[in-house]
T-cell receptor
Framework: GDSVTQMEGPVTLSEEAFLTINCTYT??????LFWYVQYPGEGLQLLLK?????DKGSNKGFEATYRKETTSFHLEKGSVQVSDSAVYFC????????????FGQGTILTVHP | DVKVTQSSRYLVKRTGEKVFLECVQD?????MFWYRQDPGLGLRLIYF???????EKGDIPEGYSVSREKKERFSLILESASTNQTSMYLC???????????FGNGTRLTVT
């Protein structure tokens, strides 16, 4: 079945550091890929998405490129802020019925001033 | 903005109790989902529904059931709560197959 694997956390960075969170997936067909973010005490919200190979999703300074050849969708940000501290989830929709998502295990990011 | 509202933020129940978790969305979305979130395991799908009175099992349906009598409301039922069902429960809704999911803020359930 479909699966998503994220890099182990937690990740701790200083403000203005470069961020990479790795995500790889296994799926049949051509899935859509997503990054969701969960701030403390809140539900998940969509950060960015890509629906086909070589698409780049971007939002709030975050970027991720859908790489079919390496089955990856790594999240990057050039300069993180304290307000980026949250849990980040990679997810895929396998294109099957009803758009249910398969999630990775989540990566906790803490950014220090 | 889509709003998904979960009726309780925190719940404490005893082993063996029947527990109802309620979720309401205000955007006329077709699809609704219940996930549970556990550290190191991410989100796992319990049940989902694509229409009123329709339901499908997710990856971990054992010990749970659901009800969708109205389009905007999707209820998760723990028939006889057990301690291994202590978790964060997240409800979500979406419009279509590649539409993003909109999540509620979650219900943290503790079963003692």
């Amino acid at each position: 079945g479909d699966s998503v694997t994220q890099m182990e956390g937690p990740v701790t960075l200083s403000e203005e550091a470069f961020l990479t969170i790795n995500c790889t997936y296994t799926a049949t067909g051509y899935p859509s890929l997503f990054w969701y973010v969960q701030y403390p005490g809140e539900g998940l919200q969509l950060l960015l998405k890509a629906t086909k190979a070589d698409d780049k999703g971007s939002n709030k300074g975050f970027e991720a490129t859908y790489r079919k050849e390496t089955t990856s969708f790594h999240l990057e940000k050039g300069s993180v802020q304290v307000s980026d501290s949250a849990v980040y989830f990679c997810a895929l929709s396998g294109g099957t019925s009803y758009g249910k998502l398969t999630f990775g295990q989540g990566t906790i990011l803490t950014v220090h001033p | 903005d889509v709003k998904v509202t979960q009726s309780s933020r925190y719940l404490v129940k005893r082993t063996g109790e029947k527990v109802f978790l309620e979720c309401v969305q205000d955007m006329d979305h077709e699809n609704m989902f219940w996930y549970r979130q556990d550290p190191g395991l991410g989100l796992r799908l319990i049940y989902f529904s694509y229409d009123v009175k329709m339901k499908e099992k997710g990856d971990i349906p054992e010990g749970y059931s659901v009800s969708r009598e109205k389009k905007e409301r999707f209820s998760l039922i723990l028939e006889s709560a057990s301690t291994n069902q202590t978790s964060m429960y997240l409800c979500a809704s979406s419009l279509g197959i590649i539409s993003p999911l909109h999540f509620g803020n979650g219900t943290r359930l503790t079963v003692t």
